[in-house]
């Protein structure tokens, strides 16, 4: 603009006025201007600059350009769902007979959405699964389950749930009967670290589904997971569903909590048939790598010492810990239980079912005793060194009543830990392999 500014100068002095009256410009004044050629030249090449970063940075993009985006990336960052991922999903979906389910299992590649959707494929619903495939614990992992998957003949869809338009291209060229919503940013303590992940995972990402849902036709029903967790602070136990869940210790609790005030809106104003459940410290072959009995048994085997922590005066931490199939057993009967929806396109035509449940074992086990079932199984003996709990959102016990579960969904866990303990280690030890021993 330091070029322009003799130019419009020029410009303003063509005109001189005095008072009362403007004297015309002379005839020749215009013509001043040929004595700044160079200043002409760079303000045409100024304007000119001007001009093409305005049209590059207001983009004209077509209805097909805006389709064919969808195969190269998201928004919010996320991942391309790959080639051909439309037909894909909708074999994956197809029902092996007409009673069946079609069930969106968001998380599929995670530790229990790849479990449930292996049991609704196994059982002949047709099953689509959604993940992000994000980095909190190692992607090896999550891509194997997905493995496991596909060879049984179900279709992970790679995109992040908080992606509107890939939601909405997915439920138009799906109708699915019911969604089990099991993506989450999961783990209590990272949350000191990257408290973000879990607002943008579990609550703007379970709002951006339930949009969805709502504006779905027809409508499915939803069961998603919750946590024990959002009992936080209760000290009566064992927990039951008529207890407080207004003390969260952890910023990830605050989230499910959150969660399930937000169910219950889309529930009573769009009519969302909901079933929430809050699971108990659930573990298993598959399992995730930031869970205590995970990471017990690596750094057993690695000679590493491991951390015990105590409650104040020496208290005892203990877990209701929940075997996988029985979660599994529980998540099956929550969508078999579920009503539809009364909603269509988002309006309410009725009341809609509102459940919530707590999916535990009722016996909790104190982490000391979790970590000499392994040492028995692994056969080797722990380094283990006591410690006080930090101030990280942990609590210090947990103890479902599983009542309300077992009357109205038929539960009934039949796994112990040191069963359950030992389908794990078996697993660990086949997954890893003498290869990766090197690696523990």
Known sequence: MTHLKPIFSQLDTVVPCSTGKCKSPPPYAFHRLRFYPRLTLWSCVFLCVLLFYFCCSHPVVSSVAKRRSLQNTSNFGSPHPGPNWEVK???????????????????????????VSLALKTRGDGVVGLDNFNAYYETGLKKARKGLLERNGVYIVEGDINDSELLGKLFEIVHFSHVMHLAAQAGVRYAMKNPASYIHSNVNGFVSLLEACKSANPQPSIVWASSSSVYGLNSKVPFSEKDRTDQPASLYAATKKAGEEIAHTYNHIHGLSITGLRFFTVYGPWGRPDMAYYFFTKDILRGKEIKIFEGP??????????????????CTAALDTAKKSTGSGGKKKGAAQLRIYNL?????????????????????????????????????????????????????????????????????????????????
């Open 313 to 330: 005066n020496h208290a005892t931490v203990a877990r209701d810990f929940t075997y996988i199939d029985d979660v599994v057993n529980g």
């Open 89 to 115: 999903a909708r074999n994956s979906a197809r029902p092996l007979n007409k009673n069946g389910f079609t069930v969106l299992v968001t998380g599929a590649a995670g530790f229990v959405g790849s479990h």
């Open 360 to 440: 535990g074992n009722t016996s909790p086990v104190p982490v000391s005793k979790l970590l000499s079932i392994l040492e028995k199984l692994l056969k080797v003996k722990a380094k283990k060194k006591f410690l006080p709990m930090p101030r990280n959102g942990d609590v210090l016990f947990t103890h479902a009543n599983i009542s309300l579960a077992a009357n109205e969904l038929g539960y009934k866990p039949t796994t112990n830990l040191e069963t359950g303990l030992k389908k794990f280690v078996e697993w660990y030890l086949s997954y890893y392999g003498a290869k990766k021993r090197s690696a523990w």
